[in-house]
């Protein structure tokens, strides 16, 4: 394969990639890898205030970036708008579910509420939207790649998935079962409607963002929690991930050079998931 060849592998222009999420820390930076590379980058987010933010990260490519606001647990907004995409572009190419989150009251902590008390509503949130806020986008989004035989899904999963965490209860079940889901729907699509439909995942390791910052530094000091120190000790890197180092496995698996590969969940975690702790 020629130098050319394997540049055109990992150019996105013309395509039309939905980005839930986008306007957080880590899909952000995915979003802005995308457009990059030439694609239409179609953001779904929650408030107008954080789409102009991410506007203004894109700067020069900002005719790249087309802003909804939707909440992905919201299959008639959901629908909406992706007629509203599809209209304004023709076809919907790729579809990257990197929405998601926690949130302390459903954390079990020391000193905090115990798992017996976790309150149901915080419980139902974070499994709303990290597993319904995925398989909604799956359905509405991956019926248009049933119908054109074509697409690609990633969704974004994490390290609580792989190796059950403590206190995240919620969020590492629900994670869990985005792996599942990814494997399942992997299957669900090639066989059912086109083998040229893929579905995979990546896994992140330990990232600040906003979601955890509340577990992994003391928020009067900004120094590293006994949470955040183990998690260091445990990654063989010695270091938390930063938001670019997810670019790379991302755009092998929305790009042509992964087409034999579906049904993966892919670690990005600095050895996390490797390393026994001994």
Request: with cysteine; proline share 4%.
């Amino acid at each position: 394969m020629t130098l050319d060849q394997l540049k055109k592998l990992y150019d996105f222009s013309g395509q039309t990639i939905v980005v839930t999420g986008a306007t957080g820390v880590l899909g952000g930076e995915i979003a802005l890898a995308l457009a990059g590379c030439g694609a239409n980058v179609v953001a779904l987010h929650q408030t107008a205030s954080a789409g102009e933010e991410l506007k203004q990260k894109f700067g020069a490519d900002a005719s790249k970036l087309t802003l909804f606001i939707a909440n992905v647990t919201d299959r008639a907004v959901l629908e909406e708008t992706a007629k509203k995409i599809v209209e304004k572009f023709g076809r919907i190419d790729g579809l990257i579910n990197a929405a998601g989150g926690n949130k302390p009251q459903a954390t079990a902590a020391p000193g905090g509420t115990s798992f017996f008390d976790l309150p149901a509503d915080a419980l139902r949130w974070v499994f709303d939207l990290n597993l319904i806020g995925t398989v909604l986008p799956c359905q509405v989004f991956g019926r248009y790649f049933a119908e054109q035989k074509h697409g690609t899904i990633l969704n974004v999963s994490s390290m609580s998935a792989v190796r059950p965490l403590t206190r995240v209860v919620a969020y590492g079940n629900a994670k869990a079962a985005v792996n599942n889901f990814t494997q399942w729907l992997a299957v669900h699509m090639a066989m059912e409607y086109s083998p040229n439909i893929r579905v995979n995942a990546i896994a992140p390791g330990f990232f600040l963002t906003k979601q955890n910052k509340f577990l992994l530094t003391d928020k009067d000091t900004g120094e590293f929690t006994a949470r955040g120190k183990s998690i260091v000790q445990h990654t063989p890197m010695g270091r938390f991930g930063k938001p670019e180092d997810l670019i790379g496995a991302t755009l092998w698996l929305m790009s042509p050079a992964s087409e034999f590969v579906t049904g993966t969940v892919v670690p990005i975690d600095g050895g996390f998931s490797a390393y026994a702790g001994v």
